[in-house]
Structure formats: C-alpha cells, structure tokens
Nanobody, 125 residues
Framework: VQLQASGGGLVQTGGSLRVSCAAS????????MGWFRQAPGKEREFVAS????????HYADSVKGRFTISKDNAKNTVDLQMNSLQPEDTAVYFC???????????????????WGQGTLVTVSS
C-alpha cells in the first residue's frame, strides 16, 4: 500500500486548509485510515481516524469541532478538513493505513502498517 499526502501549506490563524491522502496498491487489505501530525521538537500524535467501512470516527480532543475527516471509497482517498487553525496546529501531517486493529487502538501509531511521506501545514500568528 502506498500513501501520498498533499494539500499542506501556509495559512493564517483562524483560516482553513484541507489535506488529502491518496491510497494505492492493496488498499483492500486495510481497514482504517488515520491522520497523525508531528510538530517541531515534539513526538508524532494522533489527529483523526476513519474506517473504510462502517465504524467509528475518532478525533483527538485538541481538534474536535475544528477538524473533519472524510473518505471517498471509490477514489481511495481520505481528506482532513481543518478549520479555525491555530499556530499550535503547525506540524507535518502524515496519513497512515491500518490493516486491522481494535477501535480503541487506532489512536496509536502501532496500529498502522503503512505511512505516507507527510505534508507540512504552517499556521502563522
């Protein structure tokens, strides 16, 4: 499975940005897609996840109400719409794919088997 993230860029505080992840290859072997981010000098952290099928969408508390994850099964894409962006949202955003883990585990990096290269989101103050 190959993952290609795109859509990062520079935005002002309070603005919006949409990042996308295109999955290719044996995508049928994956069950859940996730977005993580890594800010400068910090560890990578969970942002949101969505199952390809029916299931629960998860968000980190820090982005609830501001970010929305969505999917297009026909195109094998997963998007992250980010609104009301703040400087603390500045990070490299990574998309990831899991072959199958429990709903409670998908907030953890170890649940993911494939990772994209990341796309940089910078929020200026």
């Amino acid at each position: 499975v190959q993952l290609q993230a795109s859509g990062g860029g520079l935005v002002q505080t309070g603005g919006s940005l949409r990042v996308s992840c295109a999955a290719s290859g044996r995508t049928f072997s994956t069950s859940t897609m996730g977005w993580f981010r890594q800010a400068p000098g910090k560890e990578r952290e969970f942002v949101a996840s969505i199952p390809w099928g029916i299931g629960t969408i998860h968000y980190a508390d820090s982005v609830k109400g501001r970010f929305t994850i969505s999917k297009d099964n026909a195109k094998n894409t997963v998007d992250l719409q980010m609104n009301s962006l703040q400087p603390e949202d500045t990070a490299v955003y990574f998309c990831a794919a899991s072959r199958g883990y429990s709903a409670t585990d998908v907030v953890n990096e170890y649940a993911y088997d494939y990772w994209g290269q990341g796309t940089l989101v910078t929020v200026s103050s």
